[in-house]
Nanobody, 121 residues
Framework: EVQLVESGGGLVQPGGSLRLSCAAS????????MSWVRQAPGKGLEWVSA????????YYADSVKGRFTISRDNAKNTLYLQLNSLKTEDTAMYYC??????????????WGQGTQVTVSS
């Protein structure tokens, strides 16, 4: 059974940092690209970042480029998202998602349950 379990969310002040984790199980983690997708209150899903299976290629939405860093540890079957210089508009539920290929194509067959990030003073 494929499982994706996010953690690391919380309440942080503007300008602060958080590190999100996504623990994967039930599939060969190192064979698939992974993404982070978020959903702000009352809004649709927004793709945030993606990483290929080996971790050598990363991709970011313009809204987070230069502030967020995606990475993965294939030995630990874990995906990460480092969030720096957080803004109030980053407030959202953050989901990790498993892509169907080893490079990001934006087609996901599994999602985690999400971790809430709230940026507020």
């Amino acid at each position: 059974e494929v499982q994706l379990v996010e953690s690391g969310g919380g309440l942080v002040q503007p300008g602060g940092s958080l590190r999100l984790s996504c623990a994967a199980s039930g599939f060969t983690f190192s064979s698939y690209a992974m993404s982070w997708v978020r959903q702000a209150p009352g809004k649709g899903l927004e793709w945030v970042s993606a990483i290929n299976s080996g971790g050598g290629s990363t991709y970011y939405a313009d809204s987070v480029k230069g502030r967020f860093t995606i990475s993965r540890d294939n030995a630990k079957n874990t995906l990460y998202l480092q969030l720096n210089s957080l803004k109030t508009e980053d407030t959202a539920m953050y989901y990790c998602a498993k892509d169907v290929l080893d490079f990001p194509v934006g087609e996901y067959n599994y999602w985690g349950q999400g971790t809430q990030v709230t940026v507020s003073s």
